[in-house]
C-alpha cells in the first residue's frame, strides 16, 4: 500500500509518500506526479520519502524517471540513501566519477551543517547549477 499526500505552497509543491514503492504502487505514484505536473507552474517540486518502508526495482526506477523529470528526492531514510545518491550521480554530460564524490561529499556536509557561514557547501552551491545541487540546498 502506499498513501501519496500533496502539499502545495507558493514555491514548492511536495509529495510524500507513506508505505511501500514497489511494483504495485509505482504507477499510482506516476499518476499522481502526471495530475501535479500538470499544475506544477514554475514551482519546485519534491518528493519526500521520509515514510516510506520499502522500494523495489520498479519503485527504484520510477524515482529514477521522476529525478530525471525535475522532482528533487528528499528526506529519504537512512537505508534508502544510498539509492539517492546513486540516482543523483546520473548527471548528463558528467562523468559519474566525478559526480559520485562530488555528492557524497555534499550530501553528507549539506544534512549536517547547513546553518554554518563558513560551510565549503555553501560556497560552492552558490555557483554551480541546480543539477548538481541533490540535496535541494537553499543557496540564498
Not at 511501500?20 to 505536473?37: F, G, I, S
Not at 500538470?38 to 515514510?51: G, P, V
Request: glycine share 4%; proline share 6%; net charge positive.
Amino acid at each position: 500500500m502506499l498513501r501519496i499526500q500533496v502539499f502545495e505552497a507558493q514555491t514548492t509543491v511536495k509529495l510524500r509518500l507513506e508505505g511501500k514503492l514497489v511494483d504495485q504502487t509505482a504507477p499510482l505514484l506516476t499518476e499522481r506526479w502526471a495530475e501535479v505536473r500538470s499544475r506544477l507552474s514554475e514551482r519546485i517540486a519534491i518528493l519526500d520519502l521520509a515514510d516510506v518502508v520499502e522500494i523495489d526495482e520498479a519503485g527504484r526506477r520510477t524515482l529514477a524517471w521522476l529525478a530525471s523529470s525535475g522532482v528533487r528526492l528528499r528526506y529519504a531514510p537512512p537505508k534508502f540513501r544510498p539509492i539517492l545518491e546513486d540516482l543523483a550521480c546520473n548527471i548528463p554530460g558528467v562523468p559519474r566519477f566525478t559526480a559520485t564524490i562530488w555528492k557524497r561529499f555534499h550530501l553528507t556536509d549539506c544534512d549536517e551543517r547547513w546553518d554554518s557561514p563558513y560551510r565549503l557547501c555553501r560556497l560552492i552551491c552558490l555557483v554551480l547549477p541546480a543539477s548538481w545541487r541533490p540535496c535541494g540546498c537553499r543557496t540564498r
